[in-house]
């Protein structure tokens, strides 16, 4: 007779592509993004929120590397038979939001949001299925101004969080000089703009990737195709030698000045009216933001900025980190981008029917938390709470009044609630949670109406640092009345 082998027991593990989020790291999130809400605040921006789930058809065929809408986005089919997603991100629900109450929001509708966002995508290192990110958008102004605007908050927001000036560049395009240089490179037709339309979004997604492949990658991807080190193979654009210079050219074409590459980009253009007006639209932007004292480096105009969704349709920007950091080999590397977005027109006319303008960016908090990490300008208070030690198991209700008393000094504190029966157990868990205090009363302590306070950091510090007769002399661990808990616990935290 087989041997009943038991019930069987899930694996304790997250699926493949998502990550969890402990303590310390969701408190330093919350403090960069409540320092990201207070710029974006300050610009008149009013905040928003909106569902995790939207229907398949508002979110339209908008992801990066893919055809098809239920391709690149976790989907079902609910008991209506009607098809719900996740968002994959917070633009295209901004949409749907500024077409379902567009007769009771203000025009221009300012709004940001934050959240998180899923893409069901194949997961790869630093890649996730799920990812925050953190936009700002100003929906119903067809001023270019309201592009400069976005892109002089995007300085002043990573300035705000922690990155130096000189440690980041947001770099400016426009898609009406790229479609400008495909119809010169033959593969847009302003008569048909559907014509040659899987070939553009091929060779926007390449470009989309100069950092990442180089040149040759790039121009591999515009011609048949590029296998990469996995052996994956990625179709091409199928363009010639001939028309692949010509992109290439575009994306070369920045020059030491603004208006320098402006010049070349209407050359680049040639007598193409959307890529003249593109170019234009650039001087407008380097003007507004030159006269608002945004200089090169802070702001430039780069040709190689493209952003791989298809929904733009003006104006795009990137944000850049410049500083070097070393990767999992020990290479030195840039960190890279950490924010992207642009102008999208036609995103809310899919509801309405008509055209409505919007543009606006998206931050990527976790790779900008992570830069924050690699700077050393985490500024969220990781410090764990004040912890109040239990002695005698028949005094619990001193030793919550403690930690009452704390809290409402504004301290954070907890009780141990463990078994109390080792002390050293409870000094190893305030070790774990990185408390800064350790609150420590017995009966001997009680009858006397003192308690001892000891400094876990300090006391960490001696025991790595300090001879045996000095850690011995417990310099760490101080008696104090009962009375003065509350203001010697905040000396000892610096809030005295």
Known sequence: ???DKGPVRPRAETPKGFRDYMGAEVSARKAMLDRIAAVYHRYGFDPLETSAVETVEALGKFLPDVDRPNEGVFAWQ????DWLALRYDLTAPLARVAAQYRNDLPSPYRRYAMGPVWRNEKPGPGRFRQFYQCDADTVGSASIAADAEICAMLADTLEEVGIDRGDYLVRVNN?????GVMEVAGILDPADPSKFEQERGIVMRAIDKLDRLGPEGVRALLGEGRKDESGDFTKGAGLSEGQADVVLGFMSARRDTGPDTVAR????????AIGTEGAQELETIAQLLAAQGYGPDRIVIDPSVVRGLGYY?????????TFEI???????????SVAGGGRYDDLVKRFTGQSVPATGISIGVDRLLAALHAKGRVQADTHGPVVVT???RDRMADYQAMATDLRRAGIRAEVYLGNPKNFGNQLK???KRNSPVAVIQGTDEAARGVVQLKDLFLGAKIAAEASHEEWKSQPAQTEVPRSDLVTEVKRLLGQG
Do not use: I
Not at 78 to 81: F, T
Not at 265 to 272: D, F, K, T, V
Not at 326 to 336: C, I, L, N, V
């Open 1 to 3: 007779m087989a041997k």
């Open 78 to 81: 609910d008991e209506d038979k």
């Open 175 to 179: 898609r009406k000089v790229l479609n």
């Open 265 to 272: 980009l209407r050359e680049l253009a040639g007598g193409s």
């Open 313 to 321: 349709t003006g104006p795009v920007f990137e944000a850049e980190l």
């Open 326 to 336: 070393t990767d999992e080999k020990g290479r030195p590397r840039q960190f890279g």
């Open 390 to 392: 239990v002695m005698d």
């Open 429 to 431: 868990y305030a070790d």
